[in-house]
C-alpha cells in the first residue's frame, strides 16, 4: 500500500518542504503539487532538512484529476465540518481504509491552499473526505501540520488487506460523469445546478466503497440505459 500527499496550488514554498520533511519521518515519499505554485527552491529545501529527495522526486500535475488518475482511494481535506461538510472520516478512519488496500495500490490523500483550502468542486472530486478533530473555535491547521497528523496516523496502522480491488480513480470519475450526464438528460437534475444533488449522490457512492467489478457493472447498466434512450421508439 502507498501513500500519495497531494498539495493543491501550496503558497508557500516553505510550507512544501516542511511537508516533505514530515512525509519522510513517516516513511512516505510520494509528493504530487497541483496547478500553480511559488519557486521552491531553495527555501523548500531549507524547511525540508533532509529531505531534498522527497522534493526531488516531487511530481506536478496541471490538474486535480490528474493527480489521482490512478489512485484507488482519494480522500480530500477540509477543516469544515458538520452539516455544511461532507466530510465523514477522520485521520484514524482513513489510516483503517489505508490499511485494507493491497501492495500496489495507492490512497491519495489531497491538501488544499494555506489561505482558502480546497474548493467544493475539488473536494467532490474526491471519493471521500476527512477532517482533523480540531478546537472549533479554531479549526484550520497549517498545512505541513496537518500532513503530519494523517502521515503519522497511516504509519501506525497494520496491513490488513482485503481481497477487494478497488477501482483506479479515473474509472469512478467516468462513472460519475455518465451518471450525472444521464440523470440530467432524464430531468432528475435541474439544468442550472446540477452538482448541487450530485454532490450528495458521489457522498453516497464514495461510502459504498465500490469495487473495480461493482463500478464497471453499474458503467455497464448507464450505456445500456443510454442505448434504450437513443433507440426509444
Known sequence: MKLRIVLVEPREAGNVGAAARVMKNFGFDELWIVGEHPELLPVAIWWGSGADDVLAAARFAPTLQQALGDARITVATTAMRGRTSIADLDPSSTARLFAELGDDDT????????????????????????????????????????????????????????????????????????????????????ESNPSRIYEELRAIAGRADLDERETTVLLGILRQVEWALRHEV
Open 107 to 190: 490512497m491519495a490523500i489531497v491538501f488544499g491552499r494555506e489561505d482558502s483550502g480546497l474548493t467544493r468542486d475539488e473536494v467532490v472530486l474526491c471519493q471521500r473526505a476527512a477532517s482533523i478533530p480540531t478546537n472549533p473555535a479554531f479549526p484550520t491547521m497549517n498545512l505541513a501540520q496537518s500532513v503530519g497528523v494523517f502521515c503519522y496516523e497511516l504509519s501506525t496502522v497494520e496491513r490488513r488487506a482485503s481481497e477487494r480491488i478497488r477501482p483506479p480513480a479515473a474509472l469512478t470519475e467516468r462513472l460519475h460523469e455518465r451518471a450525472e450526464a444521464l440523470l440530467l438528460e432524464v430531468g432528475f437534475l435541474q
